[in-house]
């Protein structure tokens, strides 16, 4: 075995920075969309980067939907992940790039602290096919570049911290290494927790049981120390608080479950995917197998990582059944269902145990940690996830706020909303105008349109040629000339509608503006337009 080689393998320093650094490197290749130009056309649309560039109310334009449910209360997103973007933001000036620098310093954070998690119990191989595993998660990448929740790709980012920290309580008291140093851990332990909340606060609350098991499971039965009792209780209290403000806030419509076969088939529904990773659940269930088959040996490798291996079992199993319809009666009599819009988004509490377990089979047989065996198993992850590093992508950059955000939810006795207070459905991104000429007196309106969450009716777009305050020509019609109405739009997906106004021979010189929107043929309603009291967005033409 050449030095380099077992550097790698003992837990020294040197071995520690190259298993790093390694899966660092891999970590870069699930960033690598984010380096195209442009911006990939998410579920959450352009929401994340208008957000970003509005950090004074976050979110400003409002956080995506999930499903066919909108978000409010402790389901929506926190400032804490636009905080984050804002060097980002001031250097390129953009918040479209801000939050892509964002998504990929989430990434790179995950793999980080997954990496310091799990080494001390897996070692160095062992944390590199973990933060490999973690950070290329079907779910993890199908909840940035599929869904566009950029508050959840925050978690992601903090929760394997948020575990290190609580085994550095543990391990420091087992160690004997004095209260300032217990104390320090504790202290780092709440603020990832704050941190958390300020992220998404509904999906940190859900988690809190599991980070509260964990510490009580793993390392309280060994010794029970009363830091670890008061982090515990520490733990519980914002739970309780988070269950009491969430009283009443659930979404009105019937909570998406899933079916167990969806878990592992790739079957997508409206544009999603909820697998939970072949090769990462495959490579669980031979960790268990091999925990099994060495239980009982006085490994000194293995001291402490049975109690975790059988803890993260059982962890995965509660999540897993959380989104399926057996657990609907739970939902109902606790505040899960207001922690988060659909039960799927627990998913996100899977990715801590499949990683530790899929590490976890490079300790248990020390064949699968030689360096052969080691790199097919890397490249056997990544490349099983790698049809969801591939989204569609759209060179428009409407800027720090786009042209218009209608509200389609708000009917006409709604109050007026304001943009820092209504839900954004559908954006305005652009429009561009081919003014008329005197061989062809038609002017040609070209509307970008993109829905951020779905939208139940079709609607009929208005364009009025104004001249001052006088209607001079008109054209109602459904987007595309009906070839793809409003109730068809997939979130995040960019429209291209176009709009041609014959002038009227009589017609006067100008200057002209146009008067935009939607509205219900049947009902003449008009959709709400954020910011504005009339309905009605206005464009200068010439």
Same mark, same amino acid.
């Given at each position: 075995?050449?030095s380099?080689s077992?550097?790698?393998?003992?837990?020294?320093?040197?071995?520690a920075?190259?298993?790093?650094?390694l899966? *660092?490197?891999?970590?870069?290749?699930?960033l690598a969309?984010l380096?195209?130009?442009?911006?990939?056309?998410a !579920?959450?649309?352009?929401l994340?980067?208008l957000n970003a560039?509005?950090?004074?109310?976050?979110?400003?334009?409002?956080s995506?939907?999930?499903?066919?449910?909108?978000?409010?209360?402790l389901?929506a997103?926190? !400032?804490l992940?636009?905080?984050?973007?804002q060097?980002f933001?001031?250097?390129?000036?953009?918040?479209?790039?801000?939050?892509?620098?964002?998504?990929?310093?989430?990434?790179?954070?995950?793999?980080?602290?997954?990496?310091g998690?799990?080494?001390? #119990?897996?070692?160095?191989?062992?944390?590199?096919?973990?933060?490999?595993?973690?950070?290329f998660?079907p779910?993890?990448?199908?909840?940035?570049?599929?869904r566009?929740?950029y508050?959840?790709?925050?978690?992601?980012?903090?929760?394997?911290?948020?575990?290190?920290?609580?085994?550095? %309580?543990?391990h420091?008291r087992?160690?004997?290494r004095?209260?300032?140093?217990? *104390?320090?851990?504790?202290?780092?332990?709440?603020a990832?927790?704050?941190m958390?909340?300020?992220?998404?606060?509904?999906?940190?609350?859900?988690?809190l049981?599991?980070?509260?098991?964990y510490?009580?499971?793993?390392?309280?039965?060994r010794?029970?120390?009363v830091?670890?009792?008061?982090?515990?209780l520490?733990?519980?209290?914002?739970?309780?608080?988070?269950?009491?403000?969430?009283?009443?806030?659930?979404g009105?419509?019937a909570?998406?479950?899933?079916?167990?076969?969806?878990?592992? %088939?790739?079957?997508?529904?409206?544009?999603?995917?909820?697998?939970?990773?072949?090769v990462a659940a495959?490579l669980?269930?031979?960790?268990l197998?091999?925990?099994?088959?060495?239980?009982?040996? @006085?490994?000194?490798?293995?001291?402490?990582?049975?109690?975790?291996l059988?803890?993260?079992?059982?962890a995965?199993?509660?999540?897993l059944a959380?989104?399926?319809?057996?657990t609907?009666?739970?939902?109902?009599v606790?505040?899960?269902?207001?922690l988060v819009a659909?039960?799927?988004?627990?998913?996100?509490l @899977?990715?801590?145990?499949?990683?530790?377990?899929a590490?976890?089979?490079v300790?248990?047989?020390?064949?699968?940690a030689a360096?052969?065996?080691?790199?097919?198993l890397l490249?056997?992850v990544?490349l099983?996830?790698?049809? !969801?590093?591939?989204?569609?992508?759209?060179?428009?950059d409407?800027?720090?706020?786009?042209?218009?955000?209608f509200d389609?939810g708000?009917?006409?006795a709604?109050?007026?909303?304001?943009a820092?207070?209504?839900?954004?459905?559908?954006?305005?991104?652009?429009?561009?105008?081919?003014?008329?000429?005197?061989i062809?007196p038609?002017?040609?309106?070209?509307?970008?349109w993109?829905?951020?969450?779905?939208?139940?009716?079709?609607?009929?777009?208005?364009?009025?040629?104004l001249?001052?305050?006088?209607?001079?020509?008109?054209?109602d019609?459904?987007?595309c000339?009906?070839e793809c109405?409003?109730?068809?739009?997939q979130?995040g #997906?960019?429209?291209?509608?176009?709009?041609?106004?014959?002038?009227?021979?009589?017609?006067?010189?100008?200057?002209?503006?146009?008067?935009?929107?939607?509205?219900l043929?049947?009902t003449?309603?008009?959709?709400a %337009?954020?910011? #504005?009291?009339? #309905?009605?967005?206005?464009l200068?033409v010439?």
């Amino acid at each position: 075995m050449s030095s380099q080689s077992r550097a790698w393998r003992e837990a020294g320093p040197p071995g520690a920075i190259l298993g790093l650094l390694l899966a *660092l490197g891999l970590a870069v290749l699930a960033l690598a969309p984010l380096t195209y130009p442009g911006f990939f056309q998410a !579920r959450s649309g352009y929401l994340p980067a208008l957000n970003a560039a509005h950090i004074e109310v976050a979110p400003h334009w409002g956080s995506p939907a999930e499903g066919d449910r909108p978000v409010g209360g402790l389901q929506a997103e926190g !400032r804490l992940p636009y905080l984050l973007a804002q060097p980002f933001l001031a250097l390129s000036g953009s918040g479209v790039t801000a939050v892509k620098w964002g998504y990929g310093l989430a990434f790179l954070l995950g793999a980080t602290g997954t990496y310091g998690w799990t080494r001390r #119990r897996l070692g160095n191989r062992g944390a590199t096919l973990a933060a490999t595993v973690y950070t290329f998660l079907p779910w993890h990448l199908s909840a940035v570049y599929t869904r566009g929740a950029y508050a959840e790709a925050w978690l992601w980012a903090l929760w394997p911290f948020l575990l290190w920290a609580v085994d550095g %309580v543990g391990h420091r008291r087992e160690c004997s290494r004095g209260l300032a140093g217990i *104390l320090a851990s504790l202290a780092l332990a709440i603020a990832l927790l704050a941190m958390t909340f300020w992220t998404q606060a509904g999906l940190a609350a859900l988690a809190l049981p599991l980070i509260v098991a964990y510490a009580l499971v793993v390392h309280l039965p060994r010794r029970p120390v009363v830091p670890l009792v008061g982090m515990a209780l520490l733990l519980l209290i914002p739970l309780a608080v988070a269950a009491a403000a969430a009283d009443g806030s659930a979404g009105s419509s019937a909570p998406q479950f899933l079916y167990p076969f969806q878990l592992f %088939v790739d079957g997508r529904g409206e544009g999603l995917s909820f697998q939970l990773g072949t090769v990462a659940a495959g490579l669980a269930v031979v960790a268990l197998a091999l925990g099994a088959g060495r239980r009982g040996e @006085a490994d000194p490798l293995l001291a402490g990582l049975g109690r975790r291996l059988w803890f993260w079992a059982g962890a995965l199993l509660v999540v897993l059944a959380l989104t399926l319809p057996l657990t609907a009666p739970l939902w109902r009599v606790t505040a899960f269902d207001a922690l988060v819009a659909q039960p799927w988004q627990a998913l996100a509490l @899977a990715g801590p145990p499949l990683a530790f377990l899929a590490g976890a089979t490079v300790r248990l047989d020390r064949r699968l940690a030689a360096l052969p065996a080691l790199a097919g198993l890397l490249a056997l992850v990544i490349l099983a996830s790698y049809p !969801r590093l591939a989204p569609e992508f759209t060179p428009i950059d409407p800027g720090s706020e786009p042209v218009a955000a209608f509200d389609t939810g708000r009917g006409p006795a709604a109050p007026e909303p304001e943009a820092a207070g209504g839900t954004a459905h559908v954006l305005l991104l652009d429009y561009r105008v081919q003014p008329p000429t005197e061989i062809t007196p038609t002017l040609t309106l070209t509307l970008t349109w993109q829905a951020v969450a779905p939208v139940e009716a079709d609607y009929t777009v208005f364009v009025h040629l104004l001249a001052g305050e006088e209607k001079v020509a008109q054209r109602d019609s459904q987007p595309c000339d009906g070839e793809c109405p409003t109730s068809t739009w997939q979130p995040g #997906r960019i429209v291209v509608d176009r709009h041609a106004i014959s002038l009227p021979p009589e017609a006067p010189a100008g200057p002209y503006r146009l008067a935009v929107g939607l509205y219900l043929l049947e009902t003449g309603d008009r959709a709400a %337009v954020l910011g #504005r009291d009339d #309905r009605t967005v206005y464009l200068n033409v010439y």
